[in-house]
């Protein structure tokens, strides 16, 4: 869930919001954002202190490791554009909520991939920054995963998506107990939309299932990032909005209103 979705102005920016002001826009509704620009390339120091300018001080970023690191050199002599983008993001200072490393979707738990990725987990984590992993293959999740990610105290992101439904996702969380001190949820899908300006999926079902994790999370984590994509429902903000009215939540009405999710 970035903020630049030209399709959102209207139902969730004022009409005529110019692309540059969206953040700021954003930052007055919602308190969180996922990036997925830095997935693309390594970040301007000048963009991360725009970026670090635009939102209220409570604000928080999550921004995606780049591909360079993830999907091309696929953690393999990655130190160097990790430790570079580690440093960069650091520009956001207290706005720097998380960063998430992404794998390929091919990225299977072969002997090679497993002994690569865990060597980087185990020696090139920052310890005074949230880190969150995604795998996207099952086979991924066995105890050893676990382990590491409690001794190394990373979280593993929990995805409702096309591999992931909501009792796997509730599962990937129930077995972190005792590590991170944060979640990190996401809600995505392959649905194809010709717009992003309504919900056109009905997923109420679904985030009545993960309210009643949401409800188990906040009673043994400090922090609970959560990332909802177009594609899941059609528009993210709206199904922001939803989630956070089941969750019992005042739901931010509209642009003005002031919403800390």
């Keep these: 869930m970035s903020w630049q979705e030209k399709d959102w102005v209207g139902p ?30 390594r970040p301007r120091a000048s963009t991360i202190e725009d970026w670090a300018r635009a939102v209220p001080p409570d604000f928080r970023f999550a921004l995606k490791v780049p591909a360079e690191v993830t999907h091309r050199r696929r953690f393999r002599d990655a130190a160097e554009p990790f430790s570079f983008f580690v440093q960069r993001v650091r520009g956001l200072g207290p706005k720097l909520g998380a960063i998430l490393m992404q794998c390929p979707p091919d990225f299977a738990p072969t ?8 060597e980087f987990l185990q020696t090139q984590l920052p310890p005074d920054i949230n880190v969150a992993l995604e795998l996207r293959d099952a086979d991924w999740f066995d105890d050893a995963l676990f382990a590491l990610a409690r001794d190394k105290h990373f979280a593993i992101a929990a995805t409702e998506s096309e591999r992931f439904d909501v009792e796997s996702a509730g599962d990937i969380l129930e077995r972190q107990k005792g590590g991170a001190h944060f979640a990190y949820l996401r809600w995505m899908s392959d649905e194809q939309f010709e717009s992003f300006d309504r919900a056109r999926i009905d997923r109420s079902a679904s985030l009545k299932a993960w309210v009643a994790i949401i409800a188990r ?24 909005r939803t ?18 999710f």
Excluded: C, W
């Excluded at 002997?111 to 865990?118: D, G, I, M, Q, V």
């Excluded at 989630?243 to 800390?260: H, Q, S, Y």
């Design 12 to 41: 969730f920016y004022p009409d005529g919001t110019a692309p540059k002001a969206m953040l700021a826009q954003y930052g007055r509704a919602l308190s969180t954002v996922e990036v997925d620009a830095t997935y693309y390339g």
């Design 217 to 240: 999370l906040r009673h043994r984590v400090d922090d609970i990032f959560g990332y909802v994509s177009d594609d899941y429902a059609g528009h993210a903000p709206a199904t922001v």
């Design 243 to 260: 989630l956070l009215e089941m969750l019992g939540e005042k739901a931010p009405a509209d642009i003005t209103t002031p919403r800390l």
């Design 111 to 118: 002997p090679s991939n497993r002994e690569r990725l865990f």
